[in-house]
């Protein structure tokens, strides 16, 4: 799964990569997490534009959605069919930048090992993305997106079964494109990453928090082992 991810990379090179005409100062984050604003990339009119979505997919017809309700990741083998995300997958999807994601690894007796993951050639990629437009009760407007998942690679796999969907810059386009694609030929496009192109290392326990939200997240620390 995607539940915490950091993007640092400075705006020249996130609007070098996207091919960007304008974009929008942002600061550095290393501990981005659910329900907090996440930079996303979509296409208006053959332009690529940013835009600034609540992580957590609110589907359009969801009359009062309950605390918790929001989704945070959705099945790439599954997305295209299922209610929640079926509309958005169709007209609605994004490239959410980042630099890498978290992930927690079982080191038995009910502890947890904070997991950082990034690509060994290319500080910068993109995850493929939904969003959607929800509208409350009293007219206001709500613009939430999710994190397609896939299978992980053996790399990760001992960590978590799943993982994003991390698309190569060729493949920006089709993902993007605001014609009407068949969803097979967008499910070709939503594979696994190779993982011998990943690095993954051990960082402290504060990332854990929220609230921390600093470069010392990014840090390797030594793996705690179990005595049993």
Known sequence: ???????????????????????????????????????????????????????????????????????????????????????????????????????????????????CVRLREEPLFAMAGLWEQWQSPDGTELDTCAVLTTAANPLLEPIHPRMPVILQPDQYARWLSSETTPAPQLQKILQTYPAEEMQVYPVSSQVNKVSHDSSDCLTPIQEQKTLF
């Not at 974009?23 to 984050?29: G, H, K, L």
């Open 1 to 115: 799964m995607c539940a915490r991810f950091f993007l640092f990379s400075p705006d020249e090179e996130i609007m070098r990569l996207f091919q960007l005409v304008t974009f929008p100062r942002i600061s550095p984050r290393y501990n981005i997490a659910p329900s907090q604003p996440v930079m996303a990339i979509i296409q208006d009119q053959q332009e690529y534009q940013v835009r600034h979505f609540q992580w957590g997919l609110i589907p359009g017809w969801f009359k009062d959605p309950a605390p918790g309700q929001a989704m945070i990741n959705a099945r790439s083998e599954t997305a295209s069919s299922k209610p929640a995300f079926k509309n958005a997958f169709r007209s609605r999807r994004c490239l959410i930048p980042a630099n890498g994601f978290y992930e927690w690894k079982s080191t038995g007796n009910r502890s947890r090992q904070a997991m």
